[in-house]
């Protein structure tokens, strides 16, 4: 079946730090993943997807890309800002299904 | 950019009440889906919907049931709340294009007494 490794939270940063999340997939077939963000108190958001092996995703200084090889999926970015501060979930679904399967989410936490 | 709502935003009820947590949205999207979200943050799916009429169960066994009589509108229903049943529910849409992208309510946090 498919399924979502991430690494656990929370991850605290200093501002302007450089952050990686790890996330590692199982899955059959050729998976569409996905970073969602939940900031405090509101639903998720889709931060960023890639749909096939090579490609990148990136939105709002994030970006991660799908490696096959390695069946990982991490999250990076450069500097990161206060307002970042909020659970990231890595997610994945096969092509042609709507299900989604989620990590189990990591909480960053950025301090000033 | 999300045009999905969920009511209320927060419940407290006693055992053995019935509840029903409402979601709507107004995008036309004919997918629908319920999470159930514990205080490990980690997500679950409870049940989903592909269209009028259309309702499956999800990944995680749910004593609740859902309905979805209108393309836009998939409520929860709970014939009788237990403290088990304490967590954040959220309600989740997306379009049949395959772009496979979800929209997210803001969720319902219930809590049974």
């Known amino acids: 079946g498919n399924s979502v490794t991430q690494m656990e939270g929370p991850v605290t940063l200093s501002e302007e730090a450089f952050l990686t999340i790890n996330c590692t997939?199982?899955?059959?077939?050729?998976?569409s993943l996905f970073w969602y963000v939940q900031y405090p108190g509101e639903g998720l958001q889709l931060l960023l997807k890639a749909t096939k092996a090579d490609d990148k995703g990136s939105n709002k200084g994030f970006e991660a890309t799908y490696r096959k090889e390695t069946t990982s999926f991490h999250l990076e970015k450069g500097s990161v800002q206060v307002s970042d501060s909020a659970v990231y979930f890595c997610a994945l679904t096969r092509t042609g299904y709507?299900?989604?399967t989620f990590g189990k989410g990591t909480m960053l936490l950025v301090s000033p | 950019e999300a045009d999905i709502y969920q009511?209320?935003?927060?419940?407290v009820i006693g055992t053995g009440k019935k509840i029903t947590l409402e979601c709507s949205q107004t995008m036309g999207h004919d997918k629908m889906y319920w999470y159930q979200q514990d205080p490990g943050?980690?997500?679950h799916l409870i049940h989903y919907s592909y269209g009028v009429n259309s309702t499956e169960k999800g990944?995680?066994?749910s004593?609740?049931?859902?309905?979805?009589?209108?393309?836009?509108h998939f409520p929860l229903t709970l014939e009788s709340a237990r403290p088990s049943?304490?967590?954040?529910y959220l309600c989740a849409s997306s379009n049949s294009r395959g772009d496979e992208k979800l929209f997210f309510g803001s969720g319902t946090q219930l809590s049974v007494l």
Do not use: C, K, N
Request: proline share 6%.
């Open chain 2, 63 to 72: 004593e609740s049931t859902v309905s979805r009589i209108r393309t836009e």
């Open chain 2, 85 to 88: 049943h304490t967590s954040q």
């Open chain 1, 25 to 31: 997939y199982t899955a059959t077939g050729y998976p």
């Open chain 2, 7 to 11: 009511t209320p935003r927060y419940l």
């Open chain 2, 41 to 43: 943050m980690e997500l």
């Open chain 1, 98 to 100: 709507s299900t989604l």
């Open chain 2, 59 to 61: 990944d995680l066994s």
